[in-house]
């Protein structure tokens, strides 16, 4: 298992998740609710920020690895479901969104993992769709966890509801797209 910059960015991702969950358990004579939403937040959008930086300076700095490619996915899905989960708890998502979000990541790596298998992992590998809803994932749920108002008119709590409905649909194609992409190869292989 090879070690560089990139991939401690992403195992740092991965730190962060306990972070965020513990940051609601604190009790609120340590920090108020709002001081909680706002540390959430910050630590999911420093984690969303070294997503994009790891990639870029694994390209950058010649430090690309099949170890890199695979960790940095599963570090965004575990941290996307860890959020989830604790604005589902803190009744400030729907379950329908957790649901679709959750059981897309799950479908779509037994996808790609199966497909592989069959020699045809290049069919369902990561397409624009994909990276649009990893993108709209990633601006709404901070927006959620803030759950104040901004600037004394940005609802964080609304437009966080909007841009995540968003973010499932964008999550509903991007499967669709990606089960689509797998049918030719998967009728032929289905025993």
């Not at 803190?90 to 592989?116: C, F, K, N, P, Y």
């Not at 290049?122 to 709404?140: C, D, E, F, I, N």
């Not at 437009?159 to 032929?188: D, H």
Request: glycine share 4%; hydrophobic share 60%; aromatic share 12%.
């Amino acid at each position: 298992m090879p070690f560089n910059l990139p991939i401690a960015l992403t195992w740092l991702r991965v730190a962060a998740i306990p972070l965020l969950v513990a940051i609601f358990y604190l009790p609120n004579s340590w920090l108020t609710p709002f001081e909680k939403n706002l540390i959430a937040a910050i630590i999911f959008i420093s984690a969303a920020i070294t997503d994009w930086l790891d990639g870029f300076l694994a390209r950058r700095l010649k430090q690309e690895s099949a170890f890199g490619q695979f960790l940095d996915p599963v570090a965004d899905k575990l941290i996307v479901a860890a959020a989830l989960l604790v604005l589902l708890n803190m009744d400030r998502v729907q379950v329908w969104v957790a649901l679709i979000i959750i059981g897309r990541e799950i479908t779509i790596s037994a996808l790609r993992e199966w497909m592989a298998l069959l020699g045809a992992g290049k069919s369902v590998a990561v397409h624009m769709v994909g990276k649009l809803k990893t993108t709209a994932q990633l601006v709404a749920i901070p927006f959620l966890l803030l759950n104040d108002t901004l600037f004394g008119w940005l609802n964080c709590a609304q437009l966080g509801t909007w841009l995540i409905w968003i973010a499932s649909f964008l999550t509903l194609w991007s499967m669709f797209y990606y089960m689509k992409k797998a049918l030719p190869q998967l009728v032929g292989k289905i025993d």
